[in-house]
């Protein structure tokens, strides 16, 4: 289920020859070896003060049809409009979709994003998770020459040595749902150090399902990847266990000539960490929330990983994402409406985003996080602005919506403005890496830094976007 990302210099068998070194020092921990990959992390400078301390970016793959949802087009023709009819907001002459009563109330709170667009290509996150805005060969598969996403530049700034890593992605890796890879989320160029930590699932469809033949809400739990120990493991034995791996690195240096295997040691000690660390078993576990706060996010798949990413910035993650994925084995198309758009939103996915959504801000605001926790809301791309034969929408890249809330945002903005019929940018157009270098900016992290590649080549991390300023405190 994990992916071994850096040198194409492959053994016999496939695997670098560090990679294989790396896998069979971690399998003596009683781990597996996406744990360790996805704790690497390398101090690096480039943090300057900012309002938000973490981020949760809740990720809506498929291409939600966002002008049924924040930009509405009540004046359109029927087969643009849509079925949907707008109510008020805290914010005057603002309006949003009627199946998002809950968010409603929270728009004082919320900055939306009208005009956003690539030109891409369609299903692909790249853009939206690096700012890196050109077509791929594929978008099927992920390669470590593509730039990293934010997630993995802020697990490169990580600084001391505490269990969690700073970059955490739920519930799966981008694309298992559908036996698949899809580019974004990774550490690319800057190695596997930086890959993020993921978690694993079990998704089930909740029974019965809305509407016969219609697609059910998504069951399931993120939890750790080999994070617990094997049967008969004590902790002195795990100790053990860590000093013989240490003794075997010593020879494998002296061996080979190497100056030192640092990278392969951290990756060693934080995978100790982690398999050892109380904090990080808490994290993940809900059941020590109260049923009254599981409740009111939901008990679904997208609620649950909700509120072990507030619980996870809560415990010092920095940047926890959340992927309203697809399941196949669920009968589930996510966000991606080309038919039957308007029964799957109402019935399904809008009262379910609608009650994760402002639960989160309603948590986080109770307790005093709201103001340094950015909430980011986005999908890879939006839907055509014409109803389909089959009351569906389908790809589009040429304007949609997303929306910040928190962390430094100005509440009750907005942001640029798409034309009559939610089809092109009709003032202010926002790239993807407008958003990303929105994101960093708020984060206290510059927007230019330089990150290089494999060959040393620099590259701003935002990709030359430039943050959305008239949308910050």
């Known amino acids: 289920m994990w992916n071994v990302l850096g040198s194409h210099q492959h053994t016999p068998n496939g695997w670098t020859r560090r990679q294989a070194l790396q896998a069979g020092a971690l399998s003596a921990l009683g781990g597996g070896l996406g744990l360790s990959q996805a704790l690497q992390a390398e101090e690096t400078p480039g943090r300057r003060p900012g309002r938000a301390k973490n981020v949760i970016l809740l990720y809506l793959l498929g291409g939600a049809a966002t002008q049924d949802m924040v930009d509405l087009k009540l004046t359109a023709p029927a087969e643009i409009r849509g079925e949907?009819?707008?109510?008020?907001?805290?914010?005057?002459?603002?309006?949003?979709?009627?199946?998002?009563?809950?968010?409603?109330?929270?728009?004082?709170?919320?900055?939306?994003?009208?005009?956003?667009?690539?030109?891409?290509?369609?299903?692909?996150?790249?853009?939206?998770?690096?700012?890196?805005?050109?077509?791929?060969?594929?978008?099927?598969?992920?390669?470590?020459?593509?730039?990293?996403?934010?997630?993995?530049?802020?697990?490169?700034?990580?600084?001391?040595?505490?269990d969690l890593p700073d970059y955490v992605y739920?519930?799966?890796?981008?694309?298992?749902?559908?036996?698949?890879?899809?580019?974004?989320?990774?550490?690319?160029?800057?190695?596997?150090?930086?890959?993020?930590?993921?978690?694993?699932?079990?998704?089930?469809?909740a029974t019965p399902a809305p509407r016969a033949g219609y697609p059910a809400k998504v069951l399931g739990t993120p939890y750790l990847p080999s994070s617990t120990l094997?049967?008969?493991?004590?902790?002195?034995?795990?100790?053990?266990?860590?000093?013989?791996?240490?003794?075997?690195?010593?020879?494998?240096?002296?061996?080979?000539?190497?100056?030192s295997?640092?990278?392969?040691?951290?990756?060693?000690?934080?995978?100790?960490?982690?398999?050892?660390?109380?904090?990080?078993?808490?994290?993940?576990?809900?059941?020590?929330?109260?049923?009254?706060?599981?409740?009111?996010?939901?008990?679904?798949?997208?609620?649950?990983?909700?509120?072990?990413?507030?619980?996870?910035?809560?415990?010092?993650?920095?940047?926890?994402?959340?992927?309203?994925?697809?399941?196949?084995?669920?009968?589930?198309?996510?966000?991606?409406?080309?038919?039957?758009?308007?029964?799957?939103?109402?019935?399904?996915?809008?009262?379910?985003?609608?009650?994760?959504y402002s639960a989160l801000l309603e948590d986080l605001e109770a307790r005093g996080m709201l103001d340094e926790t950015l909430v980011v809301v986005m999908s890879e791309m939006g839907r055509t602005p014409t109803i389909n034969r089959n009351g569906g929408r389908d790809h589009w890249t040429h304007c949609y919506s997303m929306w910040f809330a928190g962390g430094g945002i100005r509440g009750g903005s907005i942001y640029g403005a798409s034309d009559s019929q939610a089809a092109y940018v009709r003032e202010l157009p926002a790239s993807p890496a407008d958003v990303c270098a929105t994101i960093y900016e708020l984060l206290g992290i510059d927007p230019d830094m330089p990150v290089h590649d494999r060959g040393n080549r620099p590259y701003p991390a935002a990709q030359g976007g430039h943050a959305l300023r008239s949308i910050m405190l």
């Open 170 to 205: 739920m519930p799966c890796y981008l694309g298992w749902g559908q036996s698949i890879r899809r580019p974004g989320p990774y550490s690319g160029f800057l190695g596997s150090r930086c890959e993020p930590l993921y978690t694993e699932c079990k998704p089930t469809p």
């Open 230 to 259: 094997e049967a008969g493991l004590t902790l002195d034995r795990l100790d053990r266990r860590q000093s013989l791996v240490q003794q075997v690195d010593q020879q494998l240096r002296r061996a080979e000539g190497q100056v």
């Open 84 to 162: 949907f009819g707008p109510i008020r907001t805290t914010v005057p002459g603002t309006f949003v979709c009627e199946h998002l009563p809950k968010m409603s109330r929270w728009m004082h709170k919320v900055a939306v994003v009208r005009s956003l667009n690539h030109q891409a290509g369609c299903h692909n996150p790249l853009p939206s998770y690096s700012g890196y805005d050109k077509p791929l060969l594929d978008i099927v598969s992920t390669r470590d020459s593509y730039p990293p996403s934010m997630g993995s530049v802020v697990e490169s700034l990580r600084q001391g040595q505490r």
């Open 261 to 356: 295997l640092d990278n392969h040691d951290r990756v060693q000690q934080r995978a100790y960490r982690l398999l050892t660390s109380a904090d990080a078993r808490s994290a993940f576990d809900l059941d020590r929330e109260d049923a009254r706060t599981r409740d009111r996010y939901g008990r679904s798949l997208f609620g649950n990983c909700t509120l072990t990413a507030r619980r996870l910035v809560q415990s010092g993650v920095r940047f926890v994402n959340v992927t309203w994925d697809l399941f196949l084995n669920c009968n589930y198309d996510s966000w991606d409406t080309h038919t039957r758009n308007f029964p799957i939103l109402k019935d399904t996915n809008l009262p379910e985003f609608d009650q994760t």
